[in-house]
């Protein structure tokens, strides 16, 4: 007899999170209605905590729950390759090991990415510092209408949907995984969801923006690398040479130039102020990695983009970008 799909498969990579996992738990268990079948995939990533122990506990809430278990972490972006590859759901949805989800948010994903019959669904999220909440919206005023992913990059100069790379913010139909759409760059410790989501947008044929609760997203965590500063966070400038390949082969390039490198320029300024106390020998890659990417962007595009910056920014990216002297000169003009 054969089986069908699942109507969802939900994809977990987490490594030491098991403080948080309880919470996580608790709240998937209240997202499905009756007859609705999930898929659950935890990557239990090099965890030297009691994830393990989690596991076991909540294992038989689930009725289809598989645990892939890394003896080594290999990272968020692998992680979830590992999942995908096991995916049987209609439908994908990723979430991190210390967020949690209200009531709600997968039955308003899932009702809308049917309705809408479209690639993927975004949505608002919920940032979460300590007892603080903040929601922070998906940057697409048009909501609830399936439209052209193209849409959600344009325009350059304002935050679009390319600026909002959240993976867990949304849902995602399994034809973009059987077109290797979602797979996320291999090995990635950091940044992985850059130019993953740029190319969803590039090469994606439907999304719509909904209003939904909206995950609960948690900032500020112990241990996460978003607080650790070291070579993993050199991935950003990785991501970026990504989204310049995707940039340059396109066949609307010149169109989608000045927004990527107005981005990478944002991105860098950032970036350089937080490696400036870091290691000689990580302030070294960092710099020679800047400029590596830099180098990609055409020169006239690059030389347009950093006229339009603010000075402040000038004065902190310019050397980690070619013909640093001549740009310069060009703002003393």
């Not at 978003?226 to 990504?242: K, Y």
Request: proline fraction near 5%; charge should be neutral.
């Amino acid at each position: 007899m054969t089986v069908s799909a699942p109507d969802l498969t939900v994809i977990i990579p987490a490594k030491n999170g098991a403080q948080y996992l309880g919470t996580l738990f608790r709240s998937l268990e209240r997202q499905f209605r009756d007859g609705e079948r999930a898929q659950i995939i935890f990557v239990n990533d090099g965890s030297t905590d009691h994830t393990e122990r989690v596991l076991e506990d909540h294992a038989g809430v689930f009725d289809d729950f598989t645990v892939i278990r890394n003896e080594r972490s290999v990272g968020l972006a692998s992680g979830r390759n590992m999942g995908l590859r096991e995916a049987r759901g209609e439908y994908v949805v990723f979430l991190d090991g210390d967020d949690w989800l209200p009531d709600g948010q997968i039955r308003t994903v899932l009702d809308a990415a049917r309705r809408l019959d479209v690639d993927f669904v975004r949505c608002d999220h919920t940032r979460v510092e300590g007892t603080k909440r903040e929601l922070r919206r998906a940057p697409m005023a048009i909501r609830d209408r399936a439209l052209p992913p193209r849409a959600g990059i344009l325009p350059a100069y304002d935050s679009t949907m390319v600026d909002y790379p959240f993976a867990w913010a949304g849902i995602f139909h399994r034809r973009l995984l059987d077109n290797a759409l979602l797979y996320f760059p291999e090995g990635f410790m950091t940044a992985e969801d850059r130019s993953w989501i740029w190319n969803l947008h590039l090469h994606a044929e439907s999304f719509a923006v909904v209003d939904s609760p909206g995950v609960c997203y948690r900032r500020g965590v112990s241990g996460s690398l978003t607080q650790i500063l070291d070579v993993r966070q050199l991935d950003f400038i990785r991501a970026f040479e990504g989204i310049f390949d995707l940039v340059a082969e396109d066949t609307f390039a010149d169109l989608y130039w000045p927004k990527a490198t107005r981005n990478w320029l944002a991105i860098l300024e950032h970036q350089a102020k937080r490696f400036a106390s870091s290691p000689a020998d990580i302030r070294a890659k960092f710099a020679s990695g800047a400029r590596r990417a830099s180098a990609r962007v055409p020169f006239d595009v690059l030389r347009e983009e950093f006229r339009r910056s603010r000075p402040d920014r000038q004065a902190l990216v310019h050397r980690y970008l070619p013909q640093p002297g001549l740009l310069v000169k060009d703002i003393v003009k």
